[in-house]
C-alpha cells in the first residue's frame, strides 16, 4: 500500500527526499546537492482587444480565463507583423501565444492559412488536437506527414486551412511540390515553429535552409508569412531564432506562468567495490539501477513519478527494476509501474495519459519521448537518468513535476560520465546558468550545397535570391556546376537533368550515403544510418536498438550499403572502439599565449573501427573484440592547442608522462564540451599526441564528427577557458585513484584507454588555464 506525506506544499518535495534516503548514513548519502525553488505567482493580463470573441469564449469554456503576460506579449507581437519566439518554461502556456494570433486571423480571412511545425509526431499530435478543439469547423485544421494517407493528403492540399506537419515532410512533401499548394503558401499568414530549441547542430543548420526555400517560395506567390516560434528558456533566443529563420526576431523571456517550489537534488551513485571497467578501473553503479531504486521508493510514498532514461531499452529495464522491487513490498503497487518510449500508438500514448493523470499508474520510466507532446500535469517527482546532454532538456523534463503549483522533487542521477559527474559537483553549472544557445551553422557547404540544389529544383535561383538568402556562396555554387547538379544560365541557376536533390537529402543526416539495417529473416528494413557512421554503428557483432527492440549485426557490406540483423535481446550492450589520426588542413584563427596556441582549424580527421567491447549492465567489460574494417576520412572543423615542452615540464609532467596526460584531458574535454556546445558526446570526437607532425608540439584537438562541422568546435574555441577550467575541475572533482568511466576514461577510445594519466591531465590543464588567462 502507499503512504500519504502530511505536509505543506512549500515542503512536499523535501519531505519526499527525506523518505528516499531514509536509513542511509549521512557520510554515504549520495546526493552531493539539494536545492531548493520558490514558487513563482501567476501574472495574467487582460485578452488583447483584436482577439475575436468567439475565441476568448471557448478558451474560457476550457477553463482559461486570462491569459499570462507573456502569452499576452508574444501574440501581440505576432499579429502586428513582428517575427517573434516566445522562451519560457515547460508547461508556461506558450501554445496560446500562437493559438490567438492565428486562429484569429483565420476568423477574420477565410481565404488565410496557417503552417504549424513540430520535431516530434506526438507533439504535433497534441497541437492539432488543441486547434480543432479551438478553432471552428471552417479552420479545417488537418495532419500532413508520413502516415497521413494519400488520399486524405489530397483533401489536405486543397481544404485545411491550418497544416500541421513537420521538417521533413514540408521538405519532402510540400516544397518540390508546391505548385499543387498554391492555394495554401498564396495565403500563408503565419509560420509556427515548435519547440525551435531542438533545432540546433546539423538537424539545425538543415531546417533553417528549409524555412528559407519556403520564404522564397511564398514570395514567389505574393505572401510574407509571420514565423511565432515557442522555444524552452534559452540563452539569446532571439539571436538564435534569427539564424533559424534568417530574419530579425523579437524574443519574449519573461514568464507568467505560476509552478510551485522545487527541491532539486543532485545524486552520485557510489562507485562499485566488487565491479570493475576497463584496465580495472572502477565504475559506478549505472544510473538506470539507480534510479529505479529511487522510482520505487517513490512510489511507495503514494508520489507519481515520472523517470527519464536516456534509451529506449534503459527505459525498460529501469521501468523493470523498479517493478521488482516494489513485488517484495506490496505486489499490488508493481503493477502500478509501466514503461513507455516512442513508437507506441496514439491510443496507448492517450491511455498511459490518463493512467497517469488519474492515478492508476504511479510511475512511468521513459526516454525523451515523453519530454515532448504529451500532457501529463500534477506529477509529484521527476528523475533524471543521467544528464539527458542541454540544460533545456533537462529543465523540460524537470518541468513536468509540480504543474498544478504544488511543491514536487526533481532528482539527477549522475552517468559513468565526465560531464555528469562535473555537473553533481558543480550545481552552478547546471542550476544557475542560463540554458545553452542553440548551434546552427547553416553556411556550412557541405549541406548548403544540396539545399542550393534543391531550391534550384523547386525555382531557378537568381543571383539576387542568392545574395539575399543564401550570402553569395559563388565558390559552392561553382563546385555544384563542375559536379554536373546545377547549370548556370544567363537568368540564374537550374537544376541538370536527371538529378533528385529532395530524395538524396535526409535532413536528420549530415548528407552521406545511407547504409539500408536489414533483418535478414523478413528482408523488412528496420532503418537507416549514415555510411561514415556505419562502422561504428553497426559493425558486426554490435547490439542495435530500433524502437526499442534489440537486434545483433551479422554482417555489414558498405559496398552495397546494407547491414544484416537478427532478433536477440542480449544482457550485454557494445561500444565500437576507433583509432584516429588528424591532419590539419587550413587554420582558421590562431591566437598565442606564450608557450601555449589555441586555433580553430580545418582538419582531415581518418578514423578506423578497430574493435568492440561487450559490455555487462554494471559496466563491467565481458570481452574485447578485434575488427577489421576500412578507413574513413571526415573533413571538417576542430579546436586545437598546442603546449611546449619546456612549459609542461615546469608543470610536473615528466616526458614519458606526457602522452598519458594529453590523452586523458582529451578524453576529458569531449565530455564536457556539451557544458557549452548543444552537442552529444557521440557527435565530436577527438585526438592527441605528444609530437604532432602538423605542430611540431604536443596537440589536443576537438573535433566535430560531421563534414564541413556544425558548428560544435568554433563553440568551443570561443568557451575554450570555461570548457577547459570545467574540464579540470571535474577530473580532479572525481573520487577515483588513477581515472574511470567518470573523469578520463572514453567508451569509444580506440587505444583501450591506455596510457591515461588522470594527475598529469589536471597539470597539463592547469598550464593552460594559466597561459591563457595571462
Given at each position: 500500500?502507499?503512504?500519504?506525506?502530511p505536509?505543506?506544499?512549500?515542503?512536499?518535495?523535501?519531505?519526499?527526499?527525506?523518505?528516499?534516503?531514509?536509513?542511509?548514513?549521512?557520510a554515504?548519502?549520495?546526493?552531493?546537492h539539494?536545492?531548493?525553488?520558490?514558487?513563482?505567482?501567476?501574472?495574467?493580463?487582460?485578452?488583447p482587444?483584436?482577439v475575436?470573441p468567439?475565441?476568448?469564449?471557448?478558451?474560457?469554456?476550457?477553463?482559461?480565463?486570462?491569459?499570462?503576460?507573456?502569452?499576452?506579449t508574444?501574440?501581440?507581437?505576432?499579429?502586428?507583423?513582428?517575427?517573434?519566439?516566445?522562451?519560457?518554461?515547460?508547461?508556461s502556456?506558450?501554445?496560446?501565444?500562437?493559438?490567438?494570433?492565428?486562429?484569429?486571423?483565420?476568423?477574420?480571412?477565410p481565404?488565410?492559412?496557417?503552417l504549424?511545425?513540430?520535431?516530434?509526431?506526438?507533439?504535433?499530435?497534441?497541437?492539432?488536437?488543441?486547434?480543432?478543439a479551438?478553432?471552428?469547423?471552417?479552420?479545417?485544421?488537418a495532419?500532413?506527414?508520413?502516415?497521413?494517407?494519400?488520399?486524405?493528403?489530397d483533401?489536405?492540399?486543397?481544404?485545411?486551412?491550418?497544416?500541421?506537419?513537420?521538417?521533413?515532410?514540408?521538405?519532402?512533401?510540400?516544397?518540390p511540390?508546391?505548385?499543387?499548394?498554391?492555394?495554401?503558401?498564396?495565403r500563408?499568414?503565419?509560420?509556427?515553429?515548435?519547440?525551435?530549441?531542438?533545432?540546433?547542430?546539423?538537424?539545425?543548420?538543415?531546417v533553417?535552409l528549409?524555412?528559407?526555400?519556403?520564404?522564397?517560395?511564398?514570395?514567389?506567390?505574393?505572401?510574407?508569412?509571420?514565423?511565432?516560434?515557442?522555444?524552452?528558456?534559452?540563452?539569446?533566443?532571439?539571436?538564435?531564432?534569427?539564424?533559424?529563420?534568417?530574419?530579425?526576431?523579437?524574443a519574449?523571456?519573461?514568464?507568467?506562468?505560476p509552478?510551485?517550489?522545487?527541491?532539486?537534488?543532485?545524486?552520485?551513485p557510489?562507485?562499485?567495490?566488487?565491479?570493475?571497467?576497463?584496465?580495472g578501473?572502477?565504475?559506478r553503479?549505472?544510473?538506470?539501477?539507480?534510479?529505479?531504486?529511487?522510482?520505487?521508493?517513490?512510489?511507495?510514498?503514494?508520489?507519481r513519478?515520472?523517470t527519464?532514461?536516456?534509451?529506449?531499452?534503459?527505459?525498460?529495464?529501469?521501468?523493470?527494476?523498479a517493478?521488482?522491487a516494489?513485488?517484495?513490498?506490496?505486489?499490488a503497487?508493481?503493477?502500478?509501474?509501466?514503461?513507455?518510449?516512442?513508437?507506441y500508438?496514439?491510443?496507448?500514448?492517450?491511455?498511459?495519459?490518463?493512467?497517469?493523470?488519474?492515478?492508476?499508474?504511479?510511475?512511468?520510466?521513459?526516454?525523451?519521448?515523453?519530454?515532448?507532446?504529451v500532457d501529463?500535469?500534477?506529477?509529484?517527482a521527476?528523475?533524471?537518468?543521467?544528464?539527458?546532454g542541454?540544460?533545456?532538456?533537462?529543465?523540460?523534463?524537470?518541468?513536468?513535476?509540480?504543474?498544478?503549483?504544488?511543491?514536487?522533487l526533481?532528482?539527477?542521477?549522475a552517468?559513468?560520465d565526465?560531464?555528469?559527474?562535473?555537473l553533481?559537483?558543480?550545481?552552478?553549472?547546471?542550476?544557475?546558468?542560463?540554458?545553452?544557445?542553440?548551434?546552427?551553422?547553416?553556411?556550412?557547404?557541405?549541406i548548403?550545397?544540396?539545399?542550393l540544389?534543391?531550391?534550384a529544383?523547386?525555382?531557378?535561383?537568381?543571383?539576387?535570391?542568392?545574395?539575399?538568402?543564401?550570402?553569395?556562396?559563388?565558390?559552392?555554387?561553382?563546385?555544384?556546376?563542375?559536379?554536373?547538379?546545377?547549370?548556370?544560365?544567363?537568368?540564374?541557376?537550374?537544376?541538370?537533368?536527371?538529378?533528385?536533390?529532395?530524395?538524396?537529402?535526409?535532413?536528420?543526416?549530415?548528407?552521406?550515403?545511407?547504409?539500408?539495417?536489414?533483418?535478414?529473416?523478413?528482408?523488412?528494413?528496420?532503418?537507416?544510418?549514415?555510411?561514415g557512421?556505419?562502422?561504428?554503428?553497426?559493425?558486426?557483432?554490435?547490439?542495435?536498438?530500433?524502437q526499442?527492440?534489440?537486434?545483433?549485426?551479422d554482417?555489414?557490406?558498405?559496398?552495397?550499403?546494407?547491414?544484416?540483423?537478427?532478433?536477440?535481446?542480449?544482457?550485454?550492450?557494445?561500444?565500437?572502439?576507433?583509432?584516429?589520426?588528424?591532419?590539419i588542413?587550413?587554420?582558421?584563427?590562431?591566437?598565442?599565449?606564450?608557450?601555449?596556441?589555441?586555433?580553430l582549424?580545418?582538419?582531415?580527421?581518418?578514423s578506423?573501427?578497430?574493435?568492440?567491447?561487450?559490455?555487462?549492465?554494471?559496466?563491467?567489460?565481458?570481452?574485447?573484440?578485434?575488427l577489421?574494417?576500412?578507413?574513413?576520412?571526415?573533413?571538417?572543423?576542430?579546436?586545437?592547442?598546442?603546449?611546449t615542452?619546456?612549459?609542461?615540464?615546469r608543470?610536473?609532467?615528466?616526458?614519458?608522462?606526457?602522452?598519458?596526460?594529453?590523452?586523458?584531458?582529451?578524453?576529458?574535454?569531449?565530455?564536457?564540451?556539451?557544458?557549452?556546445?548543444?552537442?552529444?558526446?557521440?557527435?565530436?570526437?577527438?585526438v592527441?599526441?605528444?609530437?604532432?607532425?602538423?605542430?611540431?608540439l604536443?596537440t589536443?584537438?576537438?573535433?566535430?564528427?560531421?563534414?564541413?562541422?556544425?558548428?560544435?568546435?568554433?563553440?568551443?574555441?570561443?568557451?575554450?577557458?570555461?570548457?577547459?577550467?570545467?574540464?579540470r575541475?571535474?577530473?580532479?572533482?572525481c573520487?577515483?585513484?588513477?581515472?574511470?568511466?567518470s573523469?578520463?576514461?572514453?567508451?569509444?577510445?580506440?587505444?583501450?584507454?591506455?596510457?591515461l594519466?588522470?594527475?598529469?591531465?589536471?597539470?597539463?590543464l592547469?598550464?593552460?588555464?594559466?597561459?591563457?588567462?595571462?
Amino acid at each position: 500500500m502507499t503512504t500519504s506525506l502530511p505536509c505543506s506544499p512549500g515542503t512536499y518535495g523535501s519531505e519526499l527526499l527525506d523518505r528516499v534516503l531514509a536509513g542511509v548514513p549521512g557520510a554515504q548519502s549520495p546526493v552531493t546537492h539539494v536545492a531548493q525553488l520558490p514558487a513563482r505567482v501567476a501574472a495574467h493580463t487582460a485578452w488583447p482587444g483584436w482577439v475575436t470573441p468567439a475565441l476568448v469564449s471557448a478558451l474560457g469554456e476550457r477553463g482559461v480565463a486570462q491569459p499570462w503576460t507573456h502569452q499576452s506579449t508574444a501574440a501581440t507581437l505576432a499579429h502586428s507583423g513582428q517575427h517573434v519566439v516566445v522562451a519560457t518554461g515547460t508547461a508556461s502556456g506558450k501554445s496560446l501565444a500562437y493559438q490567438l494570433p492565428v486562429l484569429t486571423a483565420l476568423a477574420q480571412d477565410p481565404r488565410a492559412t496557417a503552417l504549424y511545425l513540430s520535431p516530434t509526431k506526438a507533439l504535433g499530435a497534441d497541437q492539432l488536437r488543441s486547434a480543432q478543439a479551438l478553432g471552428d469547423r471552417e479552420v479545417r485544421a488537418a495532419m500532413f506527414d508520413g502516415d497521413t494517407p494519400l488520399d486524405e493528403r489530397d483533401w489536405v492540399r486543397a481544404h485545411s486551412r491550418w497544416v500541421f506537419t513537420n521538417p521533413d515532410m514540408l521538405h519532402r512533401g510540400v516544397l518540390p511540390r508546391h505548385e499543387r499548394w498554391v492555394r495554401f503558401l498564396r495565403r500563408l499568414r503565419y509560420v509556427v515553429v515548435d519547440e525551435c530549441h531542438s533545432y540546433r547542430g546539423v538537424f539545425g543548420s538543415h531546417v533553417a535552409l528549409v524555412l528559407r526555400r519556403l520564404q522564397r517560395l511564398c514570395a514567389r506567390y505574393g505572401s510574407e508569412p509571420v514565423f511565432i516560434l515557442a522555444s524552452a528558456t534559452s540563452a539569446d533566443p532571439g539571436p538564435a531564432a534569427s539564424r533559424l529563420v534568417g530574419a530579425p526576431v523579437v524574443a519574449v523571456t519573461e514568464d507568467g506562468s505560476p509552478h510551485g517550489p522545487r527541491t532539486v537534488a543532485l545524486w552520485e551513485p557510489p562507485l562499485l567495490a566488487e565491479v570493475t571497467g576497463e584496465n580495472g578501473a572502477p565504475v559506478r553503479r549505472p544510473a538506470g539501477t539507480e534510479a529505479a531504486r529511487i522510482m520505487s521508493d517513490l512510489v511507495v510514498e503514494g508520489a507519481r513519478t515520472m523517470t527519464f532514461v536516456r534509451s529506449r531499452r534503459g527505459a525498460e529495464l529501469t521501468a523493470l527494476g523498479a517493478q521488482r522491487a516494489l513485488a517484495q513490498v506490496d505486489p499490488a503497487l508493481a503493477g502500478r509501474v509501466a514503461a513507455y518510449r516512442a513508437g507506441y500508438l496514439a491510443e496507448d500514448r492517450r491511455k498511459l495519459e490518463r493512467s497517469l493523470n488519474d492515478g492508476t499508474l504511479l510511475g512511468v520510466a521513459t526516454t525523451n519521448a515523453l519530454e515532448l507532446g504529451v500532457d501529463v500535469a500534477g506529477l509529484d517527482a521527476v528523475v533524471v537518468a543521467g544528464f539527458p546532454g542541454t540544460v533545456a532538456s533537462f529543465w523540460q523534463q524537470a518541468g513536468r513535476a509540480g504543474r498544478r503549483g504544488e511543491g514536487s522533487l526533481v532528482v539527477l542521477v549522475a552517468r559513468d560520465d565526465p560531464l555528469d559527474t562535473y555537473l553533481v559537483h558543480h550545481p552552478a553549472a547546471l542550476l544557475d546558468r542560463p540554458v545553452e544557445a542553440a548551434v546552427t551553422d547553416p553556411t556550412n557547404p557541405y549541406i548548403l550545397g544540396p539545399h542550393l540544389a534543391c531550391a534550384a529544383a523547386e525555382q531557378p535561383l537568381t543571383d539576387a535570391e542568392v545574395e539575399q538568402l543564401w550570402g553569395s556562396p559563388t565558390e559552392l555554387l561553382a563546385e555544384l556546376c563542375e559536379l554536373g547538379v546545377l547549370r548556370r544560365r544567363p537568368r540564374g541557376w537550374y537544376l541538370a537533368a536527371g538529378q533528385h536533390p529532395h530524395q538524396e537529402l535526409d535532413l536528420r543526416g549530415s548528407g552521406g550515403l545511407l547504409v539500408a539495417v536489414v533483418e535478414e529473416s523478413t528482408g523488412r528494413m528496420l532503418g537507416t544510418v549514415e555510411s561514415g557512421q556505419a562502422p561504428a554503428q553497426v559493425h558486426p557483432g554490435a547490439v542495435h536498438l530500433h524502437q526499442g527492440e534489440s537486434y545483433v549485426v551479422d554482417a555489414l557490406d558498405l559496398e552495397h550499403g546494407v547491414a544484416l540483423v537478427h532478433a536477440e535481446d542480449p544482457d550485454w550492450s557494445t561500444s565500437a572502439r576507433e583509432a584516429s589520426d588528424i591532419a590539419i588542413v587550413k587554420v582558421l584563427e590562431q591566437t598565442n599565449h606564450g608557450e601555449v596556441s589555441v586555433a580553430l582549424t580545418e582538419v582531415d580527421v581518418t578514423s578506423q573501427v578497430t574493435g568492440y567491447l561487450r559490455r555487462a549492465p554494471s559496466g563491467e567489460v565481458l570481452e574485447s573484440v578485434e575488427l577489421d574494417m576500412p578507413a574513413n576520412t571526415l573533413r571538417t572543423r576542430a579546436v586545437m592547442y598546442t603546449v611546449t615542452e619546456e612549459l609542461l615540464a615546469r608543470a610536473g609532467v615528466a616526458p614519458a608522462d606526457v602522452p598519458g596526460s594529453l590523452h586523458a584531458a582529451e578524453h576529458a574535454a569531449i565530455g564536457l564540451l556539451p557544458l557549452v556546445a548543444t552537442c552529444d558526446r557521440g557527435d565530436i570526437g577527438g585526438v592527441s599526441t605528444a609530437l604532432h607532425p602538423d605542430t611540431g608540439l604536443p596537440t589536443v584537438f576537438v573535433h566535430d564528427g560531421h563534414p564541413g562541422g556544425a558548428g560544435f568546435a568554433d563553440r568551443g574555441h570561443t568557451e575554450l577557458p570555461r570548457w577547459l577550467q570545467a574540464t579540470r575541475d571535474a577530473i580532479a572533482a572525481c573520487e577515483c585513484t588513477s581515472g574511470c568511466p567518470s573523469c578520463v576514461q572514453s567508451p569509444k577510445c580506440g587505444n583501450g584507454n591506455d596510457p591515461l594519466d588522470k594527475a598529469g591531465a589536471v597539470r597539463v590543464l592547469d598550464a593552460v588555464l594559466a597561459a591563457i588567462s595571462a
